[in-house]
């Protein structure tokens, strides 16, 4: 609907016969991996149910420039309307893919996995989370009410890490867990004295990261964020944490190029 | 509701007391250009309508590193519960308005304009589209129905610009304007003889652009196309175009990041 | 569910075996022009998909009294509780293609085309404007937002043509279309030298309106307005103008009257 | 929404200044009766909440040419975007209201009172059936679930009245009252026999339904229907039938014009 | 939705394979009477489309404790997703039918029905009336606006029976019937002399049903409500009134235990 | 919508003028704890926004018979016409309270959590979960995304305790907890080798609760299910389990009973 609007498409319309069949191939202009696809065969069931979307290469797919991912026959009215909102789906979902393939390969030499955040497209958070596992990463929680993760501002505000601790168990359901964001090592010194599921390590040095580590010894999931990137991940990821977690990774991956090659 | 789910924010019905009283402040962490207040506004409304968002920053407006763009005042929870999906949207429209204003500012020496495109987000383009004016742009088609732009495929499939144009006249009504891509000078001498209203210079060397101008002598209006960024876009824009067009301003910016500092 | 309520055709299940099985015809009481295939198939399918609509009198169709223009086969059941709802879309669709076709048949001697404005009966728009279609008409704006078209009102708080104009062409996108109410001759003139792509020219007499398309010679597009009816389209039309526009086609069209004959 | 469209009123946004204020009056073109301030109100309320309608002719109101039936006051901008939806609905229902206050004007001197059908602009019934109250006819059902009205083709497929009769009262709740169509005095005399709480006396001629009415003595409300214009229903009210019903008051019905005056 | 939130069934998804096939069994665990299956397979419908749901004991059937109800066949993810959801509607719908089959044998040796009112759970209105008539029972009003019946707070307010009685008839449409609630002999009386169509009797002794239905002598439905239960039903069904009405069918049944027997 | 459908309340519409003001009150007829008055207060908000409704018996408040449990004031025919929705939802919810409140009473002298299930009725989830808490009992999962819940079905399928759990495990975001279904001593022994979050003990007897209880020695949560009611309840606490868990709160508690008290 976004994109028929009132009238619909009336440059395909005006120009292309309503009976002329054609097919073709929606091919990957850069490196990447593969997310969305069944976002894109829904965009042109939405606009035309008889084109048909042959998949060439799944979501979870690497692939290289050059590479078919998909194919389409059908109407050529059509493959033209529905182009553009399946390309953007696919192109969207599919960088959110890339650039957690492209950290998952970079720690891969670890036990860490990397995960993504609230920090979402708003409206796409559910595809956008599975775009992140498509691309080898997991996921954080998908909404306030999936577990407890007492920040920075919760701690301030209500008065230290004991308090809020001791609230979060009361409140807490017998299946909800608890993760407290720690700034320092004494911090985690505390939490860990009280009792916790997960803490996450913000903005720490990766010796304080290691040392962190240690401290915690498999008592509680570790999560390290901040900063994560390219080039900061390997070394995050061997200081020894079982998780670092990214933002960018939903909010800020650029699209991965895909363009559709027709021919009627 | 996509960030509240079901059992709505269990860490901040946890921690903090319901008759907490909190001021806020939204504070840019980047250097950019605002946009999405009245999202971000509209976000703590849903969530608790007695949070009152002061504006600070409006859209449009340049900020540096440390400048608050929004003041917040009301129950500490619903600034908590409210602040991920009001920053989601802050961010994503900022990063657009962002992304926009450095390439205006680039080709402000010129009598071009910056472009979006139909390349937006599934679900928002209608706020991308307004972000990319917050920025100083200007909007392209707003989608299908809006105006005949006639693409390679289309070409290739009518049997020739010269049918293309044809048919698109015939159908189109009297107040539809017609653009019409052309990637050759050849395509441009074709074009501007049986008339057009505007025509897609893609991908064109600069000294073609600057033989098209010449060409087209106001007869059309030029847009160019095809690998615009800030270091290409002032020399595209010097050849004397009308407007260069850039798909990544709406699918690819980054976020700009913006936080939030609270105390109760 | 308009028509069905909670409790559903309360007569047809009380007195209609469901598993009674029968055939029944859409005949025209009246001569006319057939528009709303399309939605008349889907109230039944709606209903009770098992009703299979064969369309003997497809939208477009002109038809007279007697001829059956759908024909029905399916549960009767399914028949009799989706009858109105079909045939409430079907007279009314139709009626406005009768109309249309009406003025187009009056004026099928002269260059002109009749076309339909925003007074559509609400909720109905985009079918209503198919349905001017079908009877051979074209059709003017969908919304406010397709172009710009500027009345008197605009004008008089403008503060004149002038200023009008220079604003419109400042904020118009550029592939938006400008167009112009006149009143008079010397508007034309004013507007003319100003240039705009199409004027309207609103209650003008046949004499001006003859003057009109001599002064805007080709120029802009022409399109006249006020009192267009079956007696006075054919001359309005030999003026000379391109287009001339009707508020009525669209919202005081009467329904075309067509029957169902069932049986079982 | 469906005027307003992606971009808004671009021609309102680009001419008029956002802090202008303004006030219009809603002005009859015709004579007729009012209908339909309250969605008029609502339109208003859609664009702009500060535009600020000021009802002067209430629903139901009979105006003359020339009176103003309401008053807008609030930003230019609000009431030139509203207006045609506004009008759009004020027009159509005050329409509708029109034609049932003509018709109920010319059987005034009788006690039978004018009913509208199902036969109703798809999305709009229960605003049209409003309208029908607003120019002083009475409702017929609203939907298929409100009572049960048995017709020709019911009866044809059941087998007969008898069948259909005995068949409704079988399923028919304790509230629910049941109506038969009848087309000639014998059908009337077996209805009457078995007993009916309405009967619908389709098409027949004057002395018939005079018969009618004499046959029923009161046992069951008469309704007439067929043919149903201002020049037959003085005559065919003066039967002494209860109820003369027409489906033209909702589905032929020619718009009130209503235009708008205003000033800056 | 509502069960499957946002990241689905975790834990099938986790423990069953894609493509692993299951059959189940839906089985009765207590006696009662079955309603529901439609919204069953409709569960299932939109959380597995391959999943083939055969209905063993349609709605409407009596069934013993170990009966099997539906028989499920398909992917085991599907079938384990979609229990909970199906089984929700099933025994909540069928313990409903089950109450009403209860007391509609209690009365089975009496001329009197069993009829469920307004006081049903919000947003099931229109599929718990359904689940009474599965159960043997009829259906009062679905709504407001279905009749009109008088209770003692709009007699209060009313002034009295007689204008209550005026008023309603004034203002009800012809195939509208009146319904009105007495607590006396003296009121029915008045009732009686002034006409309704039905009566409900509330909260009236045996002696003093048994002379209401006496004095009404067939002149209108007799409808006894208030503390029916399965002792008190045969008793008040054998005063000889038409009807018995009771909120607890739709608001208080419990539901019938139905299982779920799976293999793979 | 449900209640009003499309023709409103004729009862109240007929007979009660529409300035006449009211004031009202909820009585509880019934002893019982409340739940549900935010949703009392819409639906009169949704009626008619003037009827005021004070809150004199809080969510969460125990009740006797008589009791006011708010106040209505504003017109007569808005409380008149909300009344039945508004107390369709007070009663259900009410209901649910009460039914835990009586529960949570029973077990007061252990250190055990009455908790509810996923056994909710369609649609309504969330607000019974809600009345759960008002009730004085605890939330288990709301649905089948928020945590793990292993129940004898999954275990069948995946074969067996050990791969089941080896699966959750490697699935399991780091927030996500894992609560295993145990019939049988030998099972918990298994689990707790393995290691859960928490152990759902499902119709064991006493004895074996007791068992263990000693057994998970803290290393679990530990819930028990099946055939908890008012008699079984405490014997049950008693065995030291931390939870006890029973769908019937939600799907088959009675209302409360609360009738309307209107003078005007």
Same mark, same amino acid.
């Given at each position: 609907?976004?994109?028929?609007? !009132? ?13 002329? /069949? ?17 976002? +894109?065969?829904?965009?042109? *069931? ?21 590479? *078919? ?33 492209? $950290?998952?390969?970079?720690?891969? /030499?670890?036990?860490?996995? $990397?995960?993504?955040? !609230? ?13 992140? !596992? ?5 996921? /954080? ?5 999936? %577990?407890?993760?007492?920040? &920075? ?8 890490? %004991?308090? +809020?601790?001791?609230?979060? !168990?009361?409140?807490?359901? /017998? ?7 720690? &700034? ?17 390590? &913000? ?16 008592? %509680?999931?570790?999560? %390290? ?7 900061? *991940?390997? *070394? ?29």
């Amino acid at each position: 609907m976004e994109d028929l609007g !009132r009238a619909g498409d009336i440059t395909t319309d005006a120009l292309i016969p309503a009976d002329l /069949h054609a097919t073709g191939l929606f091919v990957a202009r850069q490196p990447g991996t593969i997310a969305g696809m069944g976002l +894109a065969r829904l965009a042109f *069931a939405l606009v035309d149910p008889r084109v048909v979307l042959t998949i060439t290469a799944a979501d979870g797919t690497p692939v290289r420039p050059g590479d *078919a991912v998909a194919r389409l026959e059908g109407p050529a009215r059509g493959i033209l309307t529905g182009e553009r909102v399946a390309l953007n789906f696919l192109g969207h979902l599919s960088g959110i893919a890339t650039a957690t393939a492209s $950290i998952a390969g970079a720690i891969a /030499h670890t036990r860490t996995h $990397i995960v993504c955040t !609230r920090k979402t497209t708003p409206g796409l958070r559910v595809v956008e989370k599975y775009a992140v !596992r498509c691309g080898g990463g997991m996921n /954080h929680r998908f909404g306030l009410d999936d %577990a407890i993760l007492i920040k &920075d501002n919760h701690i301030a505000i209500a008065g230290g890490i %004991a308090p +809020a601790l001791e609230r979060a !168990r009361a409140h807490a359901g /017998h299946l909800v867990k608890i993760e407290l964001e720690v &700034d320092t090592l004494a911090q985690l010194d505390q939490a860990l004295a009280l009792g916790v599921d997960a803490v996450l390590l &913000d903005n720490m040095t990766l010796e304080d990261l290691r040392t962190a580590v240690t401290m915690v010894a498999g008592r %509680a999931v570790t999560e %390290a964020s901040g900063r994560i990137n390219l080039e900061t *991940a390997p *070394a995050i990821a061997e200081t020894g944490v079982d998780l670092i977690s990214a933002g960018w990774l939903t909010h800020s991956a650029a699209v991965l190029d895909i363009g559709l090659d027709i021919s009627a």
